[in-house]
């Protein structure tokens, strides 16, 4: 009795050593700052949206490149005829395509599975239009658990978060945005990764011009989340494919 318990127990722990994969899944690392000096990451959520072109524009004037952490059936439907102009649009100009999962739902609320459908369906979506695979995304409202971290490092996603917020989508007056961007960028900190969306006017148009000419001022170089890591944004690229009527949301 005692001795089979024993060497059950043996077994078990043979068991585990012998086959890593029985240990808890590697979590994906968690970012939330630039690590190369004097850049600033401008990055957008919740698009692809209607100011895409706005905010690309903006930015290719003052030399900058930002970062799109898109989700696929949010806002709008990422498949529609326009949201997929702006992708090739976006990919062409250079900025960076992430993601920021299907609906915008707390991702710590969800099952594994449930997870790695909301992670999939925006990859698919990007392999489709754009042909690339991201190597980031962001959770939607920055929350994340190991179970989250696990499922990201599984798709070889690293989690990216910020270390300035404006408040736009928590309807913060575009005076107020300015005043908290002021405030930061007077403490003269080495990198900015931020955290802004897509989907509102005031972000685009105001705010956006602001705070670019005030960073250019500052001699910051505003470039990708891949840049301002020193990583690639891609896992990898394919060749994009064709809208059929498979691609719907
Ligand atoms: C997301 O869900 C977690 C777990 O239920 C909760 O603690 C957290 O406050 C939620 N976050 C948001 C933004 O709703």
């Not at 968690?30 to 959520?45: M, R, Y």
């Not at 910020?162 to 908290?180: I, L």
Request: proline share 5%; with cysteine; glycine share 6%.
């Amino acid at each position: 009795m005692l001795s089979s318990l024993l060497v059950s127990v043996l077994a078990l722990a043979f068991t585990v050593v012998a086959h890593p994969q029985l240990r808890a899944a590697p979590l994906a690392q968690v970012i939330t700052a630039c690590t190369k000096p004097n850049t600033v990451a401008l990055t957008f959520d919740d698009g692809p949206f209607v100011y895409a072109y706005d905010i690309s524009k903006a930015l290719l004037a003052a030399g900058g490149k930002g970062t799109w952490f898109l989700n696929g059936d949010n806002w709008d439907c990422i498949y529609t005829d326009d949201n997929i102009k702006r992708m090739k649009h976006l990919k062409d100009k250079g900025h960076q395509l992430a993601s920021h999962t299907w609906t915008h739902h707390n991702l710590s609320t969800l099952t594994r599975d449930q997870l790695h459908d909301e992670f999939w369906r925006v990859e698919q979506a990007l392999q489709r239009i754009v042909g690339v695979q991201p190597a980031h995304m962001r959770p939607p409202f920055g929350a994340y658990n190991d179970v989250v971290r696990g499922v990201a490092s599984e798709r070889g996603q690293k989690i990216v978060n910020w270390d300035f917020y404006t408040g736009d989508a928590d309807e913060a007056p575009v005076s107020e945005q300015k005043r908290v961007f002021d405030e930061a960028i007077g403490k003269k900190p080495s990198s900015i990764l931020t955290l802004m969306h897509e989907t509102y006017l005031g972000t685009a148009h105001e705010f956006l011009p602001y705070a670019m000419q005030k960073l250019k001022a500052a001699g910051y170089q505003m470039v990708t989340v891949a840049e301002c890591l020193g990583e690639e944004p891609y896992q990898w690229t394919t060749t994009p494919g064709t809208k059929d009527s498979s691609w719907k949301c």
